[in-house]
């Protein structure tokens, strides 16, 4: 028998393809329809402007948008589809006209015939390149984020609200935990003083409305371990680095700066005290000498009582020279030791006060350098003088040079050099002297500590200037054998 559609019948299918006509092609995702078998039935005018093919040339191909190697999945995923397995879309990758590729977020719909049985598959594609790229250099901007605060030196701590998302290697260790993972999660205000905690707070809060760099600021630190350390903190807001706002916290260890300061003050003020000590005792030992000879005479003419002055006599003596032992330097064990290490460990200690005066310091090697024979504290300890020295003669900033020059067999040789205004060739010869200084403030003591540390050391101190050209002092240690 045979099948005639009525005049209204004809009418309705007429519209109902305008209206799928004008749906596939009025809409900004592309539009493909393929048989159960991948073949290509329809693609609207936006498949043709993304994939670059014409409508003729796509037609009754199977997947020609799909590369070879993800076919097999995708016939796959025709037959979960088909058997009614949910599917909320994918992001894959799509071919174009010349084998380029876009990224594509891709939606399938099955149509069935009258029976319910799937016989076509309507893919919805849309371009998402750009925002793909995006989120890739999001990643790696994220990736290279995470492994410079992985990497740092420096304890870094990101947090919000107040508890820790995120520590890195130098962070964990400072914090007392074996891993990252003991760190993480935890409150930060658990590792400060109570006491402590509101300042903390106020300055989080201010860096989060001001987006400004705190300062540091000292503080005590509590460990997992509850021992206690200086440190200093100072925090900045951090704009979806990680993915969402954080606070970023540097927190650096105060305890060896804290040792070194006052091992630095000590040291000065033993050596002023040592120099005052000789001072006296060379004034006290003068007059005495007079007066124990005079005694004698008088002894000689068997005076009374001169036994018992001359037993005074003696114990003066012997007091001015515990004064005598003050002012010598001490018996010390000299090691093999790395000039490199010890210069840069200077150099990190003195590094904030050269900020301070708007002071670069560098470090310059040449040559293989061999360890020396010294005690290394001293060693520090005239390096440090020395570098301060070169700081503060540059009152309106510049560089420190510190050169470090093994190109000799048999003496290490280290060279500091300032851009200050320099010294006045008359002064020069007066420099290591007690109490003779070229700065407003200055002994004199400190340069002649240096001196006599490395002429016991086996080594020299020299020192070239010239008056607008600046400054620079050189030391000439002998190698270890």
Known sequence: MDFQLTRDETIGLLKTKRLMDSFMNLTSDSIVVVNVDGTVLDVNRKFEELHGWTKDEVIGKVLPMTPEHQKEEVFRLYKRIAAGEPYAGVETIKLKNGGTTFYASVTIS????????????????????????????????????????KLSPEAIVLHRDGIIHFVNDAGYKLLGGNCAEDIMGRLLTDFFDPADIPVLMDRFNHIVQSDECSEFLEIKMKRIDDTMLDVEVSSIYVHKQMGFPLIQTVIRDMTERKKEEEWVRRSEKLSIIGQ???????????????????????????????EIMLEELDRINSIVNEFMTIA????????????????????????????????????????????????????KQVLINLVKNAIE???????????????????????????????PEDKLPQLGEPFFSTKSMGTGLGLMVCQRIVEAHKGTLSIASM?????????????HR
Not at 467 to 479: A, E, K, N, S, W
Request: a negative charge.
């Open 110 to 149: 099955p149509i069935q015939d009258e029976q319910g049985n799937v016989v076509a598959f309507v893919g919805v594609e849309r371009d998402i390149t750009d925002r793909k790229r995006a989120e890739l250099r999001l990643m790696e901007r994220e990736r290279q984020f995470r492994r410079v605060l």
């Open 276 to 306: 005052l000590a000789a001072g006296v005792a060379h004034e006290i030992r003068n007059p005495l000498t007079a007066l124990k000879g005079f005694i004698q005479l008088l002894q000689a003419k068997n005076t009374p009582y001169t």
């Open 328 to 379: 010598k330097p001490q018996a010390l064990t000299y090691t093999a030791c790395d000039l490199k290490p010890l210069l840069e460990s200077v150099i990190q200690f003195m590094q904030p006060q050269a900020l301070l005066c708007n002071v670069d310091i560098r470090l310059e090697t040449e040559g293989a350098v061999r360890p020396i024979s010294c005690e290394p504290n001293q060693i």
């Open 393 to 423: 003669a540059m009152f309106s900033g510049g560089v420190v040079t510190v050169t470090l020059d093994g190109t000799d067999e048999e003496w290490a040789v280290v060279r500091i050099t300032d851009e200050g205004e320099g010294i």
């Open 467 to 479: 008056v607008g050209q600046g400054t620079t002092v050189t030391i000439v240690l002998p190698y």
